[in-house]
Antibody
Framework: QVRLVQSESQMRKPGASVKVSCKASGYIFGNNGITWVRQAPGQGLEWMGW????????KYAQKFQDRVTMTIDTSTRTTYLELKNLTSDDTAIYYC???????????WGQGTLVTVSS | HSALTQPASVSGSPGQSITISCTGT?????????VSWFQQHPGKAPKLIIYDVSNRPSGVSDRFSGSKSGNTASLSISGLQAEDEADYYC??????????FGGGTKLTVL
């Protein structure tokens, strides 16, 4: 079945960077993009951006434009999210999801908790 | 694009029907038929339940339905069941080629 498996939880200090991975299986990887969404503790879902392996395109939410990078390694079917210059406001669960259509995401990875604390 | 507007909470008794609204603008909900809905149970990843305004993925109960009128999309759930108690989020494609989420609605089954 279609599955997205994310890397383990990570802890970082303010000002540092974090890189989260998302490995896909069970479908033709080149047929769909990957979306990244985060959820701060007790808060709602926030779209961070999207990257596609088939048209080599990436789109970021304006809020993260200057400090986020999404990359894809098609040889390992793995997508990466890197977020730089972290603050405590970046403490959240980060999810990857297959972009099924342009605004619908299915399935989702299990989530990666990133904790930013001094 | 600001977050889409959803009611913070809705409630209903088992067997009843409820509707959750998702209001945006002509630059998102009103301009495109790319509205989706997600269900999220506590401690779990979200699950897609409606895509492209009114389509259900395979395996999603037909008790869930979606619609849109103008700048407002709606998710309806009929025959409420205890397992429907969850948070619900809408999304829409935007004129900036991005995606925006709604603030989320907590559904309580009384």
């Amino acid at each position: 079945q279609v599955r997205l498996v994310q890397s383990e939880s990570q802890m970082r200090k303010p000002g540092a960077s974090v890189k989260v991975s998302c490995k896909a299986s069970g479908y033709i990887f080149g047929n769909n993009g990957i979306t990244w969404v985060r959820q701060a503790p007790g808060q709602g879902l926030e779209w961070m951006g999207w990257t596609s392996p088939y048209i080599a395109d990436t789109k970021y939410a304006q809020k993260f434009q200057d400090r986020v990078t999404m990359t894809i390694d098609t040889s390992t079917r793995t997508t990466y999210l890197e977020l730089k210059n972290l603050t405590s406001d970046d403490t959240a669960i980060y999810y990857c999801a297959r972009a099924w259509t342009i605004s619908s995401f299915d399935p989702w990875g299990q989530g990666t908790l990133v904790t930013v604390s001094s | 694009h600001s977050a889409l507007t959803q009611p913070a909470s809705v409630s209903g008794s088992p067997g009843q029907s409820i509707t959750i609204s998702c209001t945006g603008t002509r630059s998102d909900v009103g301009g495109y038929n790319f509205v989706s809905w997600f269900q999220q149970h506590p401690g779990k990843a979200p699950k897609l339940i409606i895509y492209d305004v009114s389509n259900r993925p395979s395996g999603v109960s037909d008790r869930f339905s979606g619609s849109k009128s103008g700048n407002t999309a709606s998710l309806s759930i009929s025959g409420l069941q205890a397992e429907d108690e969850a948070d619900y989020y809408c999304t829409s494609y935007t004129s900036s080629a991005t995606v925006v989420f709604g603030g989320g609605t907590k559904l309580t089954v009384l």
